[in-house]
Every structure is written in structure tokens, then in C-alpha cells.
């Protein structure tokens, strides 16, 4: 087939890839930022125990003193169990804030590496999402394909960073061909692209595969730019252009695992499809995907070794969004988290149900045949991405929310667990959550750790997500009190960026306040499993 109806027809499909397509009108913009406190000449967090994001062992008590919106000082002022010496303690002055943080748990800003924004299918608005990201901690995130135009986004990008909105910081990955009228169909006008592309600002582009030529001429075009890259590799491409394609002309990470199990490929080169799959089919489509990596060379083999040395050597990055998937291995557990009755919006809701056209939503008859075989899937995938990280590769932490009953905060803290199940210790996990995506994103000078100079973006929160990682979610975890009482513990209590303090649980209100609004206007919607009248 000519490279001019590959490309045609890949942008016809990319609404199918979770991508607002080119034009579609973006969401309501964020509106000015009403809440959080400072930045402070002087803020100091009293008495804490900090898990600092390089891997560190927790260590306490000690008072984290920032100034602006920098980390200024941590300074030890005791031990577990012990009186604090008031003299060991940094000074106060009129006018700085204190927080007491006695026996509760510092961690740097999470990091989310896949963070859509939304789409307006979903009557998503941006307030919405910033706020659910924020209140579990996530003060940074990379925009995969910039769906509401990269200007939108850039614009947005911007006020974060004055803080003019109440966001996450914000980086600019626009999908590459977005804006091109009539398509890319050389590789001298993928060059022209990724140079106007850069020009207008972008930190990076996302691909979502190519012919040969025209992704060899873009990625090293982007890498000479200096800019950054991610890649699904969509099955319309993969069978020429694979992960260690992508990864040797430049590309920078990896998202979700299409395109690795085709690398790991020793006896065919396409996947094993029946005779009447269609890839528009979102039931086909992901009913094969959870047989893909059974087909791939075995753990341990010579060709797993050497596509991951290959990696290794390139100083590649994976950013696996293990939690996207998970309905396909549990349905059940997926559709019945107990966060979407308050916190679902009722489009975001209507949008996962079973349908022909909407991304991900191809729950027309799923059920333990399907879930086995995604079970296995996991079992493999998991095993080389915690391979990968044991050997020194660079493992991030992306949530791809808005889709597949995955919502935007709670869905980033299940990614968290799923790192746990696939093998990381919990000191990995975050680890991976924060200094690994500063790395992949090129600013870990001033993110992803709590370290003297670093931007003061962090997460307090009063249990020890390390014995429970449940604790991060904003419904908190069940706990059994001494006095034989079920409670809920946890839950961020403070998030932190660039110095201004959040009230992560009063975020959390906010966005129920929408939901109930956007139901009341419906009518007191209510929601309904699918299937149910």
C-alpha cells in the first residue's frame, strides 16, 4: 500500500487511539485559581518523615524548610520516639506558614507521564481534571497528543506555571501530524512539521507510527531539535516500525507495551489475527492484544535478552499504564471502583459503556475467556518491565485516564499498585513516580525528588503509603482501630506545588460539587451498569 493511504487512514483511526481529533472543540478552560495558600517567604513543614524519591529509605524527623517556591533546607531535628530539641529547629519568622506534620509522610510531586486532558465527548472540563490529579498528589503532567490543540494546551501550560490556575505543571507532547491539513506523506515534510512543530513551542511530539521513512525522518529531526518523544505504536504500523525501530532513531519512551511484544518476535512477524479481524473492531481489537504477548519470545530467552540490553544501552524509557488495561483482566473490578459514583462525571460515565465508536469501550461480551488470556498478558508484560527496571532501565508512572472506567487521580494511584504487583519494592514505586519521570521528561534539575534547590512540589499525606499504598487514593483504606472500629484512614491531606499548599481533600469536594451539579442538571441522573434499565 502507498505511504499516502497508510498515513490517510491512520489519521482517520486516531479518534479510535483515545485522540480528539484534529479540530474537535476543546474542553472549558481552567478558570482562575481560588484556592491553595502562598508561596510563602518562609514555609516549614514541622517534624515529618520523608520519603524523598531517589530510593532513599524514609528517614525522620526532620523539618523541610522551602522559601518561594524552593526547597531551602532539610534539616534533622531528632529521633524516632524522642523529644524534639527546639533548638535544633529552623527559626520561624512573622508571616511564614508552619505545618505540623508529626507522624505523617513527605514524598515529592507525582508524576503523570500520561496525562490526556480530555475530550468534550466526555463534558469533561479542565477544572475537573486538574483538580482530581492535584488532590492525589499529581503535580506534574505530560499531555500525550495534546487533544484540545497545542495552543490550548501551551496556554494552559502557561498559567500553571504562573500559577494563575489551579494545575499540575504541564508539558506539551502534541501528536505528531496534528494540524498537517493533508496529511504527512514524505519524509522532507516530517521534517518540516517537526521544526514548525518545535517553533511553536512544544516540548515533545507522540507517535502513533508511521511508514519507515517518515518516523526515521521525524524522530531524528526531534532529536536533533532537542525535544522529546513517545510512542504507541498503533498495529496499523507496527509490523515495519517496532519499539527498537523507534528507540535507535531516537525516541525517547515507550507508551503502554504495542509494539515491544513485536520486537520479542522470533518465529513471525505479524501477530497471529483470525481471519475476520477489523482493527476498527474495539472488541477484536482488544480481545487479540491480550494474546500478543503469549506469541513473544519467552522470559529468559536470547531474543528477551537482547531486545532488552538493546533498550538498556539506548536509554530508553517504558512508561507501561499498566491500569488502562486492567478492565480487560477484571471487568468487574474496573467498572465497580468506588469512586465513580461520586466522582464520575455522567458523560465521562456514558462514554465507558458499551459501544461501536467510543475508545476502549468493548464490553459487548467480555468475560472469563477474554480476562484469562489478559491475565497472562499481564503476567509477561509485568515480568519484563520489572526486569527492565532490576537491569537499571527507566520505569515511569502514566495513568492514560478518561478511558476504559479509569478516572483521572484515582486511576494514577492504582498505576502505583500495579508497579507493587509487577515486583517493585514500594521505595521503587515511587521512585518510578517521581524522579524517573523528572528523567524522562529532562527536568529532573528541579523535579521528581525532595532535594535542597528542587521546586517545592510535594505530597503529605498522614498514613505510610509505603505499608498501604491504598492510603494515596482519595477515598482513603479501610482500617481497623484498636477499639475494633472499620474507618477510613488517608488520603493526601496536603499537595504541594511551586510552594502554594493545597487542601488536597477540599479539592477533592470541589469536583464532587461538579458531579452533583452536572447530575442535577440532568435531572438527578443516576448511575447504571451496563445492561441495566
Partial sequence: MKTTCLLRKLFILLPLLGLAFFGRAQIKAAPDRSEGE???NQLIIRGVTLINGTGAP?????????????????????YPGLPIDPERRPKANPGDK?????GMYLLPGFIDMHGHIGGTSKDQTAEYVFKLWLAHGITTIRDPSCGNGLDWVLEHKRRSARNEITAP??????????????????????RAWVQQNAKRGADGIKFFGAPPAIMQAALEENKKLGLRSACHHAQLNVVGWNVLNSARAGLTSMEHWYGLPEALFTDRVVQDYPADYNYQNEQHRFEEAGKLWQQAARPGSARWNEVMEELLALDFTIDPTFNIYEASRDLMRARRAEWHEDYTLPGLW????????????????????QEVAWKENYRLWMQFVNEYKNRGGRVTTGSDSGFIFQLFGFAYIRELELLREAGFHPLEVIRSATLMGAQALGQDKDLGSIEVGKLADMVLVEENPLANLKVLYGTGAIKLTEDNEVVRVGGVKYVIKDGIVYDAKQLLADVKKIVDEEKARRGNWQLKQPGIK
Fill in 350 to 369: 456514558e462514554f465507558y459503556q458499551p459501544s461501536l465508536k467510543s475508545h476502549g469501550s468493548y464490553w459487548h461480551f467480555w468475560g472469563t475467556e
Fill in 169 to 190: 505543571r504541564i508539558f506539551a507532547y502534541t501528536a505528531f501530524g496534528q494540524g498537517a491539513k493533508n496529511g504527512i506523506h514524505t519524509p522532507e515534510e516530517a
Fill in 38 to 40: 502562598g508561596p510563602f
Fill in 98 to 102: 508552619e505545618i505540623d506534620a508529626h
Fill in 58 to 78: 524514609p528517614f525522620g524527623p526532620v523539618d523541610v524548610v522551602v522559601k518561594g517556591n524552593r526547597i531551602a533546607r532539610i534539616v534533622n531535628v531528632g
